[in-house]
């Protein structure tokens, strides 16, 4: 079974420009959430879907961060315009319905320069 | 609002040696709570998970209790080895699907 994949890895940017991770999935998985993961500390969630509805963006700034899951499968997840405090590990994590284990995709590396 | 702690931040030990790592949460309405670990540059592989109505998993080497009333997990690492050097991360799963991370202990295990 193919994990949770994640692209890019690696991002570099300069302050103000726009970024974009893309998150696809376990096949099946209704469950769909971004995490951001800043050095040293632990994931926090940032937005979670159920198949193409958001259930929680309590914790996104939604002054410059969008997220979307179209047709309940793959995600994508939007910054713009990036501040250097936003440089951290962005994770994408899925669940299969009546399920509780979450599984993790390798995370995509912001720096914002 | 749940908050979840973990002490410590970061553990060095020689090879061989039996290690704990502890956890701590503020709200017991928890649905089970789970160790992750996280190597660098990879995403988080959970380790175990022990429900809300059980003290203790084992998996291998690796032991996790919980005290839900007390608001505590401990994870055991027996006879650790290099191999195990990471991050171990704590969550616990709380309603509407969501889990609430710590923010980790760092392990080094010398050879």
């Known amino acids: 079974e193919a994990g949770v994949a994640q692209s890019p890895r690696y991002k570099i940017i300069e302050k103000r420009q726009s970024v974009a991770f893309w998150c696809n999935p376990i096949?099946?998985?209704?469950?769909l959430y971004w995490y951001q993961q800043i050095l040293g500390q632990g994931p926090k969630l940032l937005i979670q879907?159920?198949?193409?509805?958001?259930?929680?963006d309590s914790q996104l700034p939604k002054d410059r961060f969008s997220a979307e899951r179209l047709k309940g499968v793959d995600s994508t997840l939007k910054i713009q315009p990036a501040k250097l405090e936003d440089s951290a590990v962005y994770l994408c994590?899925?669940?299969?319905?009546?399920?509780?284990?979450?599984?993790f995709g390798p995370g995509t590396r912001l720096l914002v320069l | 609002k749940q908050e979840v702690t973990q002490i410590p931040a970061a553990l060095s030990v020689p090879e061989g040696e039996n290690l704990v790592l502890n956890c701590s949460f503020t709200?017991?309405?928890?649905?089970?709570l789970q160790w992750f670990r996280q190597d660098p540059g990879k995403g988080l592989t959970s380790l175990l998970l022990?429900?809300?109505?059980?003290r203790e998993q084992t998996s291998g080497r690796l032991n996790a209790s919980l005290d839900k009333s007390s608001g505590r997990s401990t994870l055991y690492i027996a006879a650790s080895q290099p191999g195990d050097s990471a991050t171990y991360l704590c969550?616990?799963?709380?309603?509407?699907?969501?889990?609430?991370f710590g923010q980790g202990t760092r392990l080094t295990i010398n050879p």
């Open positions: 022990i429900q809300s109505s059980q």
């Open positions: 096949s099946g998985h209704a469950t």
């Open positions: 879907f159920q198949n193409n509805g958001v259930v929680d």
């Open positions: 709200d017991s309405a928890i649905y089970n």
């Open positions: 969550a616990v799963f709380q309603g509407a699907q969501k889990l609430v």
């Open positions: 994590a899925s669940m299969a319905a009546g399920a509780e284990t979450q599984y």
